[in-house]
């Protein structure tokens, strides 16, 4: 088992291989919107049902987010990252050939086990290699996400072009993600921070009153951000019938300005505090996704709302993490909690949607979306009030 001394040049060739893990994220995260339709018509079913996948991906990612915390709390990372990454692989070759939608499901379930794993441990990781100025680094870990969930949409849309099929799609996500698995490998892992002496792990530490709604509010973003990013190449075409090359630049859209705006969150995340951010990224969402419900039918909304959601929404991943960093500390159990809220609130969000696309239509997917926003917003600014109501009174006492 061997573990690399903490050196300046072992901390930046790891930040590598976890950027490179959250492109792979990416790239499989952001393959499915694109590919619905073709996966719904492949497995011989509708819009509603293929809607399922998404719940599979999310139980799969809240299954793995959950159970393998404590996991890189005791065992070498990598090794541990590098069987993730071999079945993310043997998943993106198999799914283009499922024939029914219940294998689909179950390909789809493990996906998503894998991505929960893959996220929880490199976050993890990161945080412990980087433990004082985290932010810069949490923000280029994110937003080596968006850089994969950019391609991905470009990836799936120029294939299918080229031969009406998803099958090379996938397999071109495969190949480029293979690589990772050994690198990996190579790399040794990073030392596992040992609790104080008496301790057992991190729960000791625990403050339930933040933990409880920082998962929520990971809970209501990723299922806001899940649902837009999975919906919109099928909202588009539900509004603007025939129209798959603008659905497939819209989708695009979406992920590269959560790109960008993680790019821009990197600078931005050494001036402001992650409060601050937080509340202008949340307020930001709310009116973008505000313009597509108002103003559906214009073009012009669609793109502006789209491309500010992206915006907006890039950097609350990451700094929603730091937020939580400078307040307890973040080992893998507490990164399993965090994360299968996300997982829990992607699995069922974007399946309400698809509940309701067709029995309500389409704008409800942005109507869904927005009532995310609004509750997280509530969230935050009680869970603020309650910490500065306790700040208050911890001051009383020592008076």
């Known amino acids: 088992m061997r573990f690399s001394p903490p050196s300046p040049s072992a901390k930046i060739t790891k930040t590598a291989a976890y950027y490179a893990a959250f492109v ?4 499989m995260v952001a393959a499915l919107g694109p590919a619905l339709p ?7 079913t509708d819009l509603s049902r293929i809607s399922m996948i998404f719940t599979a991906r999310s139980l799969g990612f809240m299954l793995g987010a959950s159970l393998v915390g404590r996991v890189f709390d005791r065992l070498p990372g990598h090794p541990v990252l590098a069987v993730v990454v ?7 070759i198999l799914v283009p050939l499922a024939p029914s939608l219940w294998l689909l499901v179950l390909l789809i379930l493990l996906l998503g086990t894998s991505l929960g794993t893959l996220e929880v441990g490199a976050n993890a990781l990161l945080v412990w290699i980087h433990r004082h100025n985290l932010g810069p680094w949490m923000n280029g870990l994110h937003f080596s996400f968006g850089v994969g ?3 991905s949409p470009l990836i799936i849309a120029r294939v299918l ?17 293979l690589p990772l698995a050994g690198w990996l490998l190579w790399l040794a892992s990073p030392a596992i921070p040992r609790s104080p002496a008496g301790s057992d792990g991190d729960s000791d530490r625990l403050d339930y009153r933040l933990v409880l709604p920082i998962t929520l509010l990971f809970l209501l ?3 806001a951000e899940a649902s837009f990013g999975g919906w919109i190449y099928t909202f588009t075409l539900a509004l603007y019938p025939g129209a798959e090359t603008m659905a497939g630049y819209l989708t695009a859209a979406f992920w590269g300005a959560i790109t960008v705006g993680r790019f821009l969150a990197i600078p931005i995340s050494t001036r402001l505090t992650p409060r601050l951010i937080l509340w202008l990224n949340f307020w930001g969402c709310l009116m973008s996704i505000a313009l597509i419900v108002v103003w559906p039918g214009s ?8 491309i500010g959601a992206g915006l907006f929404m890039a950097s609350v991943f990451p700094t929603l993490l730091t937020f939580a960093e400078r307040r307890m500390d973040i080992g893998g159990q507490v990164s399993g909690w965090f994360f299968a809220g996300g997982g829990l609130g992607g699995m069922t969000v974007p399946w309400l949607i698809g509940q309701f696309f067709t029995s309500v239509g389409p704008l409800s997917t942005m109507v869904i979306i927005l009532i995310c926003i609004l509750l997280a917003l509530v969230v935050f600014g009680s869970m603020l009030y309650l910490m500065q109501i306790r700040s208050y009174k911890t001051a009383l006492k020592k008076v």
């Not at 073009?299 to 789209?306: D, I, K, M, P, S």
Request: proline content about 0%.
């Open 299 to 306: 073009l012009v909304a669609v793109w502006g709302g789209t």
């Open 221 to 223: 973003y990723v299922g």
């Open 24 to 27: 792979a994220f990416g790239l």
């Open 86 to 92: 071999g079945v993310m692989v043997l998943v993106a």
């Open 161 to 177: 072009d080229a031969t009406a099929s998803i099958t090379w799609g996938f397999w071109t996500l495969a190949l480029l993600i």
């Open 149 to 151: 969930a950019l391609v």
């Open 38 to 44: 073709s996966l719904a018509a492949q497995t011989h």
